[in-house]
């Protein structure tokens, strides 16, 4: 196996209670039910959680009082992990401020930070 192929793993799970289950057995050891439906999963060590979450706040009218996402990816460009928090404040009647910060990191150890803060016109006030 050379370094860039990771190892797959197959393994077999129970289509009604999802536990995992031997190739050999047809009966589920969990539910004890007979079961030709089963699914295979192929685990990697490649495969990373990623998180994203997203949060929005309105005043009594429904006006938007700020929007904010927060998430981790992998970075198309280096293909390392990447976390990025974007906020839109609406709290001033005049303006919209957008703060967009983003921590990459590079392959030889080192992290970038890329910091941006725009105000534009409010739209509906």
Do not use: W
């Amino acid at each position: 196996m050379t370094e860039n192929q990771t190892q797959v793993n197959v393994a077999l799970f129970c289509d009604i209670c999802g536990i995992q289950m031997d190739p050999q057995l047809t009966t589920c050891p969990q539910c004890k039910v007979y079961t030709t439906k089963t699914y295979k999963v192929q685990i990697s060590e490649s495969i990373a959680m990623l998180e994203t979450m997203k949060a929005k706040s309105k005043t009594e009218r429904g006006l938007p009082l700020s929007e904010l996402m927060v998430k981790s990816k992998i970075s198309v460009e280096t293909k390392m992990p990447t976390s990025e928090t974007l906020r839109f404040d609406h709290t001033h009647p005049d303006k919209t401020v957008k703060i967009h910060h983003v921590v990459e990191h590079r392959p030889a150890g080192s992290v970038v930070v890329h910091d941006e803060h725009i105000e534009y016109p409010s739209k509906r006030r």
